[in-house]
């Protein structure tokens, strides 16, 4: 896919607000796993570190009205569609200022005023009900977007291919992005899966383009993404996106990783393959002065420090929430 | 008054919603040009096309996904499981995304979506086409469950699903379907969570719903010619359930029978057992019996299906004993 003059990327503002969210992502991501150690956040988590290219470029090329749906590794995805840290950093500490007031948890962040439909916990649940909101857009003709995010693992669960052939035969305005980290949890997905590429050699199946793009550069996410985009919008139907990115941690917060070579490893954690350095280093040769870039990584960090001190405030959750919101009235009463 | 089949009903009842809001669509698989593989949507398709009436693949989860993406983002839909047995193959968008989201998110998202499914035997289509799942949806919090036992109510109880904010389990009797009753001209709108008396007795409580409503009420003028005279009460709504009439009723009676089509471990009946001994104990003046499928899957044969699921004669029986030991 080629970047044509239009394009935005070209753009040193643009470019520096991309790596500002890029940042973000990894700074956050990094202060929740600190958390984690001093036992403010509990239960499980899955980080996006190292993988922040591809929330950050998809974004970048979303309407405010687009919609994202997200897996349970979805931090990442909800914080670069402006979502603030604090309410993150909260759900995931569980506090009642929280995004959902602790009552979803890291692995189920949805914020719908930002057009963040939902972090879904059940591979492959989430791209079916995309389908649904791009159905509904279509039907009410309002031109919007659902984007939907997934690991390699769900291209072998069959609600992936529900949804790609409803996708395909409704012609619906729906993208696709399958992040490649190569593992499916603990296991390197090459050795569960028929096809090298899981998902671009799928899209055939449903009569679509391969796409391939390096997941790890979010100039060539934006652009692969923004052309999807502006397809479906136009009515051209869905795409599927194989991003090719690496997560530098293991699955979650119980997996060290230790399946992985360490000089795999080790070749991803580099300047040349981790995508917040590689950004860093492309600024810097188009003449960005270092100076900049230290001022965007220090308010950045200053924001995270504010949003974890805020969070910390916030108190836990009181009993008025646990009976709440099951129904549409609020309550939770199923009997008379 | 017109008489109407159940299947008929069924048309009806969607296409009255259809008519008042453009926001009610409704999809799955046959439904369409077919008219659905119980002709229960016939009409439908030509009525109001094929961007409202909306054909499917195979695809169970890509259905009721398409369904739950369509509801939170404003439309209400109705998805079509063919077979209530089929939501084996997509509970996972039901009890985990469906019904969980509203409360995960704290009240971010709504889901006014209805998903109907032909339910239960008698028609010997064998155990993966024949259960009755009514329970399977009652124990998933989040989900609200309808299953209407004539045409009136269909039509009545599709409107208040429809209308309704929240996610509805519509379960309609396959075996009901041929079945005709009297049915008011007009809109008919009924409320969730309200079971009807439908024959007032002075000895004996039957609480049933669904196939097992015309059962009991035959049972019930079967032992009135025995000295026996029940209360029949169609349930009609298992969430939010109706438990002031069935106590009102059971108390008044001191006796409560359940006829239930689901098989025995964990049918609804056991909610309603439990809620009686914890609320009405003192009024009863013997043991809540159950009458269920035996915790069996069902058989095809007619002579087998007949012998598992509760019969008129069954009912009979087992109230009789019940009331004369």
């Given at each position: 896919m080629t970047t044509t003059e239009a394009s935005p990327v070209h753009d040193v503002d643009f470019k520096l607000e991309l790596y500002r969210s890029q940042v973000a992502l990894r700074r956050f991501e990094t202060r929740a796993y600190d958390l984690f150690l001093e036992n403010y956040v509990k239960g499980t988590s899955h980080l996006s570190i190292g993988q922040e290219a591809i929330a950050a470029g998809v974004a970048a090329a979303m309407r405010p009205d687009d919609w994202t749906f997200a897996t349970y590794r979805g931090h990442a995805h909800t914080l670069a569609r402006g979502v603030a840290m604090t309410p993150v950093f909260a759900e995931l500490m569980g506090r009642a200022n929280g995004l959902m007031a602790g009552k979803g948890g890291s692995m189920h962040l949805t914020s719908v005023e930002h057009g963040v439909m939902g972090s879904y916990a059940?591979?492959?649940?989430h791209l079916p009900i995309a389908c649904g909101a791009a159905w509904s857009a279509q039907y009410r003709g309002t031109d919007q977007v659902a984007v939907v995010f997934f690991g390699d693992g769900t291209v072998n669960i069959g609600a992936f291919h529900e949804a790609l052939n409803f996708a395909a035969i409704w012609k619906l305005p729906v993208v696709f992005i399958c992040e490649n980290n190569l593992y499916m949890e603990y296991t390197r997905t090459s050795e569960v899966t028929?096809?090298?590429?899981?998902?671009a050699d799928r899209a055939a199946a449903y009569g679509l383009e391969p796409i391939l793009v390096d997941g790890n550069d979010a100039d060539a996410v934006y652009e692969v993404a923004r052309t999807a985009i502006e397809r479906a919008r136009a009515g051209e139907g869905p795409s599927l996106i194989e991003a090719e990115t690496y997560r530098h941690g293991g699955h979650s917060r119980a997996d060290p990783g230790k399946y992985r070579p360490d000089e795999e490893v080790a070749l991803w954690k580099s300047a040349e393959r981790d995508p917040v350095s590689r950004y860093r280093a492309r600024l810097l040769e188009l003449g960005v002065e270092e100076a900049a870039l230290d001022r965007i990584e220090a308010e950045v960090d200053a924001e995270v420090d504010a949003a974890t001190e805020a969070a910390k405030s916030g108190a836990a959750p009181g009993e008025d929430l646990l009976m709440k919101d099951v129904w549409a009235n609020g309550g939770a009463e199923w009997r008379n | 008054m017109a008489e109407l089949t159940y299947r008929e009903a069924i048309a009806r009842g969607i296409a009255q919603e259809m008519r008042r809001d453009e926001s009610v669509l409704f999809l799955g698989e046959d439904v369409g040009a077919a008219g659905g593989v119980f002709k229960g949507t016939v009409g439908l398709f030509e009525e109001f096309g094929p961007v409202r009436v909306r054909d499917t693949p195979i695809s169970e989860q890509a259905i009721l996904g398409a369904a739950m993406g369509a509801a939170m983002t404003g439309l209400r839909p109705i998805a079509e499981i063919m077979f209530a047995d089929f939501f084996a193959v997509c509970w996972d968008i039901v009890a985990n995304e469906i019904a969980k989201s509203r409360y995960m998110t704290n009240g971010q998202m709504s889901f006014p979506l209805v998903i109907r499914s032909g339910n239960g035997g008698g028609l010997r289509f064998g155990a993966q086409h024949s259960q009755s799942v009514e329970n399977w949806a009652m124990m998933i919090p989040g989900l609200k469950v309808v299953v209407p036992s004539s045409p009136r109510d269909v039509i009545g109880l599709m409107a208040a699903a429809v209308r309704d904010d929240d996610p509805v389990v519509f379960l309609e009797s396959k075996a009901l379907y041929p079945t005709k009753g009297e049915v008011p001209e007009g809109e008919i709108v009924d409320a969730l969570g309200t079971a009807t008396v439908l024959r007032q007795g002075s000895d004996a409580t039957i609480a049933t719903l669904g196939l097992m409503v015309p059962r009991a009420l035959a049972a019930a003028e079967e032992l009135a010619a025995g000295g026996i005279d029940c209360t029949v009460i169609d349930v009609r709504s298992l969430i939010p359930l109706d438990t002031q009439t069935i106590l009102r009723e059971t108390s008044a009676t001191g006796r409560l029978f359940t006829v239930e089509e689901n098989p025995r471990v964990l049918g609804w009946g056991a909610e309603v057992a439990s809620i009686v001994a914890e609320e009405a104990f003192f009024d009863l003046d013997g043991p809540v019996v159950r009458i269920t499928t035996p915790h069996i899957p069902l058989p095809a044969a007619d002579t087998l299906e007949d012998m598992a699921l509760p019969s008129v004669e069954r009912i009979v029986t087992t109230i009789h004993k019940a009331m004369n030991s």
């Open positions: 059940i591979i492959g649940a028929a096809v090298a590429r899981p998902a | -």
